[in-house]
């Protein structure tokens, strides 16, 4: 801190600066001073002895410091009470910017030191040697004693004897400025809690004494298995825990616990998922439709049914808990150290997130979200209807398909909500494809050739959301066939199946059902099932290309299977894969969260305002349910 004293007074003493440092290391007996023992002659009392406890490595002060008319700063703070060297730093500046700065040392001691020399840590069946220091500072001979003794860090007892430390006292006779060690041979108990170790010694006129605490580490792994149960539909199916079974023959496992959990409705996770949309910190044209999304689609859901609105007033009001995240309500991940695991923050976050439900959820503040969300889309879009990533930018083709999607699906879910954007932006996007094919027409040798991409894919299926309210103008109509005779013909060329889906969706809704069909045949032909992840894909489409995203590409199959070959057990086996990801993190992105949203919740509410629950029976036991919260069915 600048001196308060006038500056050329400051100036004066700068460079020569000067530091005098009052040491003071406690309120009650300091114990870098020699302690008197009680003198009778019978020995030292180490019974008495005060002990050094604050062991911190650094002496810390708040440097609001103001010097006298001279210049000079006094400066007050407490030593930690290890007995060490010290280095002492500072650095001073007046109003005019002059500065100074000096290093320095000093040394804390006494004329009896004792210096144990701990491990960091114990675990359990160590033999240790615990040893510890005494050094005489003197110039004459000290003749005493030296303990160590054990105590249990919670009750502050004695466990001397637990530790086999049966001779906690032993005699020590130093020469003037000479050393000796002492050491304690311990043996670590199985079962050991956090330990305090207590160094004392002393002669009948001088003493000293140093405290810690060690933690002790269990010798035992924790293992923890997880074993999923899937079960779909109105069913029945038995598992049996051959690991657990069989660990009844192990001499050296020690069973900790066994926990069921179960989710009767996984999908309001979808809806838990909404508030990660409406968050989103960042402000470009994808991000704020997302925004306005999440909110038109949260409104209607609210609204959709009395038993969804019910839920979240359960949830707000007499259910909070319902609002953690799954991996915090997890008692056997605690036990693991979730503090030490990278899924903390994911856990405090997810937790945070699915508390502003009930935010979300509240009528007035959906419909100026809405409004709001709405009114900045608007100002982001340009006057020929696209959408750049950010202001002034350049129009985005995929950016401006993409809104439009997302304003066709939430036609397709009933929900309502002003489009009149997307039909700004539709009029500008079917003229776009007209140019892109008049352009093949002049430069390429032969248009019959194959000229499909995925932006043309993504725009069939964007488009044929608004076949009805806004009809392709006559002077694109060619344009539309000619792609969409692409579509039908070079398909399995794009090489995703993300495109690949849209080319079926898009084709079906434009009367082109048979090439819909094959591409869907030829999607399931190329996927896997199991009953724990459900339908998937394992093609290798880790890319930075938005048509490999896994999400994005997941919600497609499941539009796909549901609109085109009306396949529903093809449907609910896709939307567990979907959910699994969503299991114990979120979606990672909004594109992919708000794909996610739609896909799960595209065979309509029916989804979230059933009540229906799953029964498990364990070991012939039948499980009691209890406190089963509302709208996931979770226990």
Not at 493 to 503: C, D, K, L
Not at 604 to 632: C, F, I, W
């Amino acid at each position: 801190a600048p001196p308060a004293a006038p500056s050329d007074a400051a100036g004066r003493q700068m460079d020569d600066l000067s530091a005098v440092a009052s040491l003071q290391t406690s309120d009650s007996e300091p114990p870098l001073m020699d302690a008197e023992m009680d003198g009778s002659g019978s020995g030292p009392d180490l019974g008495k002895v005060s002990v050094r406890t604050n062991l911190n490595e650094t002496a810390f002060f708040f440097p609001q410091l103001v010097s006298n008319q001279d210049g000079v700063v006094k400066l007050e703070f407490k030593m930690p009470e290890a007995l060490t060297k010290w280095r002492l730093l500072g650095f001073a500046h007046d109003a005019k910017l002059r500065s100074g700065y000096f290093d320095d040392s000093l040394v804390t001691a006494k004329d009896l030191m004792v210096q144990p020399n701990p491990p960091r840590f114990l675990r359990e069946g160590d033999s240790i040697e615990f040893s510890v220091k005494v050094s005489n500072q003197s110039d004459k001979v000290q003749i005493g004693k030296v303990a160590l003794h054990l105590l249990d860090a919670r009750t502050e007892e004695s466990v001397d004897l637990n530790y086999k430390n049966q001779e906690t006292e032993k005699s020590f006779e130093i020469p003037a400025k000479e050393s000796k060690s002492f050491t304690w041979l311990l043996q670590v108990p199985d079962g050991a809690l956090p330990l305090i170790y207590k160094a004392v010694g002393g002669t009948e006129k001088i003493s000293d004494g140093e405290q810690g605490i060690l933690p002790v580490l269990s010798k035992r792994l924790l293992v923890t298995e997880s074993i999923p149960l899937p079960i779909r539909g109105k069913t029945s199916r038995e598992y049996k825990f051959k690991k657990l079974m069989d660990s009844g023959s192990s001499t050296t496992l020690k069973h900790q616990s066994l926990s069921l959990q179960m989710t009767s409705q996984p999908a309001w996770y979808a809806v838990l998922a909404l508030p990660y949309l409406m968050e989103y910190p960042y402000a470009c044209s994808e991000q704020t439709f997302n925004r306005l999304y999440a909110n038109a689609l949260a409104k209607h859901i609210a609204s959709s049914d009395p038993k969804i609105r019910r839920v979240f007033e359960t949830w707000r009001q007499i259910q909070p808990q319902a609002l953690d995240s799954p991996l915090s309500k997890n008692q056997d991940v605690k036990t693991v150290l979730i503090e030490e695991t990278p899924w903390l923050n994911d856990a405090e976050n997810e937790s945070q997130a699915r508390r502003n439900v009930g935010l979300l959820f509240e009528e007035n503040k959906l419909d100026a979200e809405l409004a709001s969300a709405m009114k900045r889309l608007a100002e982001m879009q340009k006057e020929n209807g696209m959408w750049p990533w950010f202001p002034g930018g350049p129009d985005n083709e995929y950016l401006s398909l993409y809104i439009v999607t997302g304003f066709g699906r939430l036609k397709n879910l009933k929900v309502s909500v002003d489009e009149t954007l997307a039909v700004r932006a539709v009029d500008r996007l079917d003229n776009w494809i007209r140019q892109q094919h008049e352009q093949i027409l002049k430069t390429s040798k032969d248009p019959n050739a194959n000229h499909l991409s995925s932006i043309i894919a993504l725009y069939l299926y964007g488009r044929s959301f608004f076949l009805d309210s806004k009809p392709v103008a006559n002077e694109n109509q060619v344009a539309l066939e000619y792609w969409k005779g692409q579509a039908a013909k070079y398909w399995l060329s794009v090489g995703n199946r993300q495109s690949q889906a849209h080319i079926a969706l898009g084709l079906k809704r434009m009367g082109d059902l048979n090439t819909a069909k094959s591409i869907v045949a030829s999607l399931k032909e190329r996927s896997q099932t199991s009953d724990e992840m459900g339908m998937y894909w394992q093609d290798p489409e880790n890319s930075w290309f938005w048509f490999h995203a896994p999400i994005e590409s997941q919600a497609l199959m499941i539009e796909a299977f549901d609109e085109v070959a009306d396949d529903v057990t093809s449907v609910e086996d896709c939307k567990v894969w979907l959910l699994k990801q969503k299991q114990t993190r979120n979606w990672k992105t909004t594109k992919g969260t708000a794909d996610a949203v739609y896909a799960v919740l595209l065979r309509g509410t029916n989804l979230l305002s059933s009540n229906a629950l799953v029964e498990v029976s364990l070991a012939g036991e039948k499980v009691e349910l209890q406190n089963v919260e509302a709208g996931t069915g979770f226990y």
